[in-house]
């Protein structure tokens, strides 16, 4: 019977709502799961520690949101978000150069930065607005982003400035010329940017690749 058609665990036990935690790989048994968390923290010295317990040393329940299985019993996934949380805090600089290496991996484009090449300013350099974090729920439009301003030449010392998530959402979408014909043609609306804010992108495009906005006359024929 394939896999995903069982409608019991090895060990006998149903695949039920309440049972059934799902993975990256298909389906998990929770009651296995237990058993196998009790023999861990039993072979650590510590049995029943994460078993009988219901909730964290922080007074979070262990539910089925809040509880994440590892290697040696159960972690709590609110305190987990607070150590992450606490440590971005202490060091936003890592926290933007590790999500930048990242996508690097992702696009196979160049990564030559360091933590200490990451300068994050007080205002987004593109629209002039305060850059704050958001601590919860993702990055939200004035979050601070490392920003690739020729995106084929990777993230390069040369290359990098940390802009609001906004302006670098906005940025992804063309390039310099499509940005430039579409503020000639007083198409903001339609592309759902503002006509201020394209004013402000294609001028702060302009400084950072040494562009005119003049086009070049081609010799071709």
Same mark, same amino acid.
């Given at each position: 019977m394939p896999r995903g058609q069982k409608t019991h665990c090895a060990q006998g036990h149903l695949y039920d709502e309440a049972n059934t935690r799902r993975t990256a790989n298909g389906r998990a048994c929770r009651a296995c799961g237990r058993e196998h968390a009790r023999k861990k923290a039993q072979a650590a010295g510590r049995p029943g520690v994460y078993i009988e317990k219901t909730h964290c040393p922080q007074g979070h329940p262990y539910d089925e949101v809040n509880t994440r299985f590892n290697k040696i019993g159960r972690a709590c996934r609110a305190c987990d978000l607070? %150590?992450?949380?606490? %440590?971005?805090d202490a060091n936003p600089q890592q926290m933007l150069w590790a999500n930048a290496k990242k996508r690097a991996r992702r696009y196979g484009v160049p990564f030559t930065i360091t933590p200490e090449d990451i300068v994050i300013p007080e205002v987004c350099p593109v629209f002039g607005t305060p /850059?704050? %974090?958001?601590?919860r729920g993702g990055p939200g439009p004035d979050s601070p982003t490392v920003d690739r301003v020729v995106p084929a030449l990777g993230y390069i010392p040369s290359n990098i400035a940390v802009i609001s998530c906004k302006a670098n959402a906005l940025k992804n979408r063309g390039t310099l010329e499509w940005f430039e014909r579409s503020l000639k043609e007083g198409l903001g609306s339609r592309r759902r940017i503002t006509e201020e804010e394209l004013r402000l992108l294609v001028?702060? /495009?302009r400084l950072r690749t040494g562009?005119?906005?003049k086009k070049r006359r081609s010799s071709a024929r």
């Open positions: 607070a %150590r992450q949380t606490a %440590r971005n /850059l704050a %974090r958001k601590r001028e702060w /495009l562009s005119t906005g």
